[in-house]
């Protein structure tokens, strides 16, 4: 990724049958034709659409990325999903790390960097999610908690490769709240020293993607601020003229 270009990034999450596909694909593709995005633009649906949203989208300036991966390339994991699975359904990225993946199944930062460096070694784009909980900020305690996920979730096989870092605040995903801009620079600028410190010159290009209650109405303002490369969208994704709304605010 270079760091000029920026991504928004549609995570789905457990939402959305084939028809609902039908008609967000038509109605992106058509707006995307008859104006191209000027960032990377990528769907995460559940992995039951995967390939029929790649299928959909093909030839399109659209990305097709999976919610999770096993850390594993295969074996007895019944209902796990491996990178090279998700590859194989068309995807080019992947989201590890997800906050609710982290409280959910009790995901660990080792646990989310094996998984980043499985999809690195499959091929595909990881996007590592890192976040403070409401109780954490209260404390005083974002930057800190932010940098420790970002020092141990980032594995070294990302270096020079393609990936992003998305900070996620847990408080804002859904909820309709969202940091001030200042707060979201600064937890951005920590991560990006984080990174630097663990990867090195290698991870200069790597877009820091802000997650948590975008929407149309504050893109422009979120995408504007220092070391923001991107969003990753939650519920705005899954309208596609509120998608829209936030791709066109690039
Ligand atoms: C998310 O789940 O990654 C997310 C950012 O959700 P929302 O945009 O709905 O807050």
Redesign the pocket.
């Known amino acids: 990724m270079k760091q000029s270009e920026k991504l928004i990034a549609g995570?789905w999450?457990m939402n959305g049958l084939g028809a609902d596909l039908e008609g967000v694909v038509q109605d992106l593709k058509r707006e995307l034709q008859a104006e191209p995005a000027s960032c990377r633009v990528a769907i995460c649906p559940p992995a039951t659409l995967l390939s029929r949203l790649a299928d959909a989208v093909s030839g399109q300036a659209v990305e097709v990325g999976g919610q999770d991966c096993r850390a594993e390339t295969h074996g007895a994991f019944t209902g796990g999903v491996s990178a090279a699975m998700l590859k194989d359904a068309g995807a080019t990225l992947v989201i590890v790390g997800?906050s609710?993946r982290r409280q959910e199944f009790g995901e660990t930062d080792r646990l989310v960097s094996a998984k980043a460096e499985a999809a690195v070694q499959a091929g595909l784009a990881p996007i590592v999610?890192v976040g403070e909980t409401l109780e954490q900020r209260q404390a005083g305690r974002a930057v800190e908690v932010v940098r420790g996920q970002v020092m141990n979730s980032l594995p070294l096989a990302v270096a020079g490769r393609d990936f992003a870092v998305?900070y996620?605040p847990v408080w804002?995903?859904?909820?309709g709240l969202t940091p001030t801009l200042e707060q979201i620079e600064e937890v951005h600028r920590a991560v990006r020293a984080a990174m630097l410190e663990r990867l090195g010159l290698a991870s200069a290009a790597a877009p820091i993607l802000y997650?948590?209650?975008?929407k149309p109405d504050n893109a422009r303002d979120i995408l504007a601020v220092p070391e923001v490369g991107g969003a990753?969208?939650?519920?705005?994704s899954l309208k596609a003229s509120d998608f829209l709304g936030i791709i066109r605010a690039v």
């Open positions: 995570n999450k997800h609710e999610c998305a996620e804002a995903i859904g909820t997650g948590g209650s975008v990753l969208v939650g519920g705005a």
